[in-house]
């Protein structure tokens, strides 16, 4: 998915799949309830920011949650990949989603912030710098609450994942990209040794990292801001 040379096909085969897939496996729903649902409202409009928000399907879904419970949420999605903002403008809308072909650095730059802020699958793709500019920036842009979801990285995870997909192999990139994914994706120690003070990693069945920051201390943002 990476190469800008891929197939357009197989890419945007590969964003449609990614909805039963995440359904699946990212637990998504318990990350809305536990985490999410908490800060919303049915008086006053909360905002989330989802960086790199690829096919899209997770923003829809909080938005789509929260609208059945009856509560306000603005959700703004992000991914600097044009070929994904292609995808997900493709479709049809969901109320209360706005997506943007844009980067964490351009909203920080643009000075903007937003009450929750998530990401998914997202903190395995990037180097050591990357990672800790996304820290930073998020601490920037929430105002209440980040939670940074990836894959927890294990053999039985691997060979569920294998076994699962294999049938997709030859019409999209879900089946190699998945598994090079899980590769190169974090153990809850090794997470927790790379991010900066302020960051509790946490777990999630099934094989699912979640790395939450409380965003409430103006003096901490303020430090993050000139990181």
Same mark, same amino acid.
């Given at each position: 998915?990476?190469?800008?040379?891929?197939?357009?096909? +197989?890419? &945007?085969?590969?964003?449609?799949?990614? /909805? #039963? !897939?995440?359904?699946?496996?990212?637990?998504?729903? /318990?990350? $809305?309830?536990? *985490?999410?649902?908490?800060?919303?409202?049915? *008086?006053?409009? =909360?905002?989330?920011?989802? !960086?790199?928000?690829?096919?899209? &399907?997770? #923003?829809?879904?909080?938005?789509?949650?929260?609208?059945?419970?009856?509560?306000?949420?603005?959700?703004?999605?992000?991914?600097?990949?044009?070929?994904? *903002?292609?995808?997900?403008? +493709?479709?049809?809308?969901?109320?209360?989603?706005?997506?943007?072909?844009?980067?964490?650095?351009?909203?920080?730059? &643009?000075?903007? =912030?937003? &009450?929750?802020?998530?990401?998914?699958?997202?903190?395995?793709?990037?180097? #050591?710098?990357?990672?800790?500019?996304?820290?930073?920036?998020?601490?920037?842009?929430?105002? /209440?609450?980040?939670?940074?979801?990836? !894959?927890?990285?294990?053999?039985?995870? $691997?060979? @569920?994942?294998?076994?699962? =997909?294999?049938?997709? @192999? /030859?019409?999209?990139?879900?089946?190699?990209?998945?598994?090079?994914?899980?590769?190169?994706?974090?153990?809850?120690?090794?997470?927790?040794?790379?991010?900066?003070?302020?960051?509790?990693?946490?777990?999630?069945?099934?094989?699912?990292?979640?790395?939450?920051?409380?965003?409430?201390?103006? =003096?901490?943002?303020?430090?993050?801001? *000139?990181?």
């Amino acid at each position: 998915m990476d190469d800008p040379a891929c197939d357009p096909a +197989a890419l &945007d085969r590969t964003y449609r799949y990614f /909805r #039963p !897939i995440n359904a699946v496996v990212s637990g998504w729903r /318990r990350v $809305y309830v536990r *985490h999410l649902r908490p800060h919303l409202s049915v *008086h006053e409009p =909360t905002t989330l920011l989802d !960086i790199g928000s690829g096919g899209g &399907d997770v #923003p829809r879904a909080l938005a789509r949650w929260a609208a059945r419970d009856g509560l306000r949420l603005a959700v703004t999605a992000v991914d600097p990949d044009e070929r994904a *903002h292609r995808y997900v403008t +493709a479709q049809p809308a969901t109320p209360g989603v706005e997506f943007r072909q844009a980067s964490s650095g351009d909203l920080v730059r &643009d000075g903007e =912030t937003f &009450d929750l802020v998530t990401s998914n699958h997202l903190l395995h793709h990037l180097d #050591p710098d990357t990672l800790a500019s996304l820290l930073a920036h998020s601490a920037v842009l929430a105002r /209440r609450l980040v939670v940074h979801a990836d !894959i927890e990285r294990g053999r039985l995870a $691997y060979a @569920a994942y294998a076994a699962a =997909t294999w049938p997709l @192999a /030859r019409r999209s990139f879900v089946y190699d990209d998945g598994l090079a994914s899980v590769r190169r994706s974090y153990r809850p120690h090794e997470l927790a040794a790379v991010v900066p003070p302020g960051w509790d990693v946490r777990t999630q069945l099934p094989y699912r990292l979640l790395l939450v920051r409380d965003v409430t201390d103006a =003096t901490a943002r303020e430090e993050a801001r *000139h990181a």
